[in-house]
Structure formats: C-alpha cells, structure tokens
C-alpha cells in the first residue's frame, strides 16, 4: 500500500506535550475519499487519550483529534456519495465490523463485531493500520463513514458538532426532548453548551445544572429557559420531581440520587460523560418512581447526518475559540482547567 506523508501535531509519548511531525495516510483505496482538513475541534477524550489516562498502553506518536471538519480534494473510483468540493465532516471513528445488528441498524458506534467501530485515532483499522486523528492537514477515510456538513454551518463551527453535538443530540432524540418536555443539561462545558442549544431548538423546556451561576448569562444566550447552581442546596429541593429527561455531562463524581430525585416519576436520567469511579445508585429511588437511569455515547452514521442536517435547519454551531496549532498545549491546560467558551478548534492550515 503507498502512502502520503502529511503534517501533524501529536504527541510523542504518554504525557508529552504535542509537537509537529509527519504522519502516514494511505492512498485513497476504491471506496476513500481524500479529506483537506479545514479544523479540527478539541474534545476532552483526546486529552485524556495522548495523556494515556484511559488505561491503555497507547500508540505513539499520537496525533488525536475526532471532530474533523473540512473539504473532499479526491474521490476513489467506487465513491458515490461525494464529489471533490464537498463539505464534510469526520467523527469519533472511522469504521466498524458493518455486519452485526447494531452496524445494520445505524448504530456503528455500538459494533459488536470483532472489528469493533476503529476510533478515529489510536485505533486498529481493517487494514492493520493504527488509525492517526484530525489535528493533521489531511485524512483519508471510507466514504460510509464521512458526514455532509450543510453549507449554512460554518466549517469551524461544524466541527464539534462532530462529538460534543452528535453526544447530546442522541439521547435528546432518543429520550424525545421537545415541546411539553422538561429536560435539564448538567454542566455547561464543550458537550453541555451543545445540549442547550438543541435541546432548544427541539422545543423543550431547558435548565442548566450547573456548578454556579458564574456562566449564566452564556447559558440564558444559548437557549436555557432556566439556569440554577448546583453548589446551593436549595436548588435539589427546589426542582424536585421536575424534570422528564436529565442529560448529565459531568465527568466528576456527582451524587447521582441527588440528580434521580430531580425526576418526575417515569424520567430518565442519561449519563454521556464517564466518571472514573463507580457510583452507588439507591435501587429504592428507581422502583417507587419508575425511573431509568441510562447511558448514552454519541451516534451512529445515519443519526450523525440527522444531527447535522438538524443544526443547519436551526442554524446551530458550536461557540468556538478558534486557535493556532502552536496553541494546542496551551489550550490543553486551559481544558483542563474549564476555561473555554464552549469548544477550541484548530485551524489547520496552521499545522
Ligand atoms: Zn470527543
Ligand atoms: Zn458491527
């Protein structure tokens, strides 16, 4: 197989900082489009990822990056779905087994196959090859698993839309938040800022969880109908029994019962972000109220496609902070630290 050699930024080894090296992307095989990366948005899980905090030995040099967004420069012979010119996205993986149950019905990201759904980096792909991200110029992927990207969403805020939107989205739709439903977003983060927005543009009634209300005019702007700090006891009790569908993205531990008893009787309360510890979930609270407590992680490929066809009708984007690639690390830290509005994204022509 021949390859290309193209710029990246990646990370050398477990916990180095980034840095600008060359990767290896396959030529287009028969069914490949060829990408031109416009930007590449910065999730959680990439930091997570190159810092080899997810318990995995990893592959290194490492260059992440699941929110992709950019321009088909060449087609191979069998591609039927784009055309050089077309605007289209990347997201959390590349390819999956296509066989079992879950990949027939569109639901690729929960392959059972042997192959599993490849990430989109650190991944083994079909080939043998370890899959490399978008904080690069270019990347080559099967046309079954590229996005169309509406033109009345501007690529760099497109680009999240690729994991942080498709992780609300889904269980929004799943969960049927829309008008007469009261649904609450805990955390105004990357993932939580999408959440109000579309559970907004649904039709639903929005409350934001969070932390304080340092971020409450943000929240008011993007469409909550209501925002209360979770550090102030009073709000637990004041929105008891509230609520029909709670979307939780905190990463941290939270005190789940708490949250549970946020619940009208029958509401489900979705996990999208993954705390490190296991919680302890009072059963009793489940039983006398009926409610469910479930787990949700992003979309498949015919709800990804949805989710953006959705945002372009509602003129949706991520708020972004559009940076250079040499200000990666630095908004590593900044991540970190929950000091972004609402989502950085790389400028590739910058790498
Ligand atoms: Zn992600
Ligand atoms: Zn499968």
Redesign the pocket.
């Known amino acids: 197989m021949t390859h290309t050699t193209v710029p990246a930024y990646a990370a050398p080894s477990a916990k180095a900082p980034l840095e600008r090296i060359t990767i290896q992307r396959r030529e287009p095989g028969e069914h490949d489009v060829l990408i031109e990366i416009k930007y590449a948005g910065i999730?959680?899980?990439?930091i997570h990822t190159v810092r080899g905090e997810w318990g995995d030995d990893g592959h290194f040099p490492l260059a992440p990056g699941?929110?992709i967004a950019g321009v088909v420069t060449a087609t191979g012979s069998g591609v039927t779905r784009y055309q050089v010119g077309d605007r289209v996205g990347v997201g959390?993986f590349v390819d999956s087994c296509r066989e079992c149950d879950n990949c027939k019905a569109g639901l690729q990201q929960y392959c059972t196959g042997e192959l599993g759904n490849v990430g989109t980096y650190g991944a083994t792909g079909r080939d043998g090859e370890i899959t490399q991200g978008g904080y690069s110029t270019h990347v080559v992927v099967d046309e079954n698993y590229v996005l169309r990207i509406p033109d009345s969403i501007p690529l760099d805020r497109a680009a999240p839309l690729l994991?942080?939107g498709i992780?609300l989205y889904s269980p929004l739709a799943h969960w049927q938040a829309g008008p007469g439903k009261k649904v609450a977003i805990v955390g105004l983060g990357g993932l939580g800022h999408m959440g109000v927005k579309i559970a907004h543009a649904m039709g639903a009634e929005v409350t934001v969880l969070s932390q304080s209300l340092r971020k409450q005019a943000d929240g008011l702007r993007l469409g909550a109908d209501h925002f209360y700090a979770t550090s102030d006891p009073a709000t637990f009790a004041e929105l008891a029994g509230g609520f029909d569908l709670i979307v939780n993205t905190v990463s941290a531990d939270v005190d789940i019962n708490a949250y549970l008893g946020l619940l009208k009787s029958g509401g489900t309360l979705v996990q999208v972000g993954a705390p490190e510890n296991p919680q302890q979930v009072a059963s009793f609270a489940l039983i006398t109220r009926r409610l469910s407590l479930a787990g949700s992680m992003?979309g498949g490929i015919p709800e990804t496609q949805e989710m953006l066809d959705f945002c372009g009708e509602h003129g949706i984007g991520a708020d972004i902070e559009l940076i250079r690639a040499e200000q990666i690390n630095e908004a590593y830290e900044r991540v970190l630290a929950s000091d972004v509005r609402y989502r950085f994204v790389i400028d590739a022509a910058t790498i």
């Open positions: 999730c959680h899980s990439d699941h929110e959390c994991c942080a992780t992003i």
